[in-house]
């Protein structure tokens, strides 16, 4: 099976929503070093990282605020 690489819309799409996670994640309230895992999460797996960072990343920060 060939590797399909993100084209057109799709790429696109990943990287507005990685920008919009990566954004949000750096304007939280939340330690630098939890900061740094969101932004390595996300960097390195795109996709994942971004849908991992939407189910867990908004809930922790404002059960802890």
């Not at 969101?38 to 922790?60: K, Q």
């Amino acid at each position: 099976m060939d590797h399909i690489p993100y084209t057109g819309l799709g790429g696109i799409l990943v990287l507005v929503l990685d920008l919009w996670a990566l954004i949000s994640v750096l304007g939280a309230r939340v330690s630098t070093g939890r900061k740094l895992l969101w932004v390595l999460l996300i960097l390195l797996l795109p996709v994942l990282g971004f849908f991992v960072w939407l189910l867990a990343g908004p809930r922790s920060s404002s059960a802890s605020a």
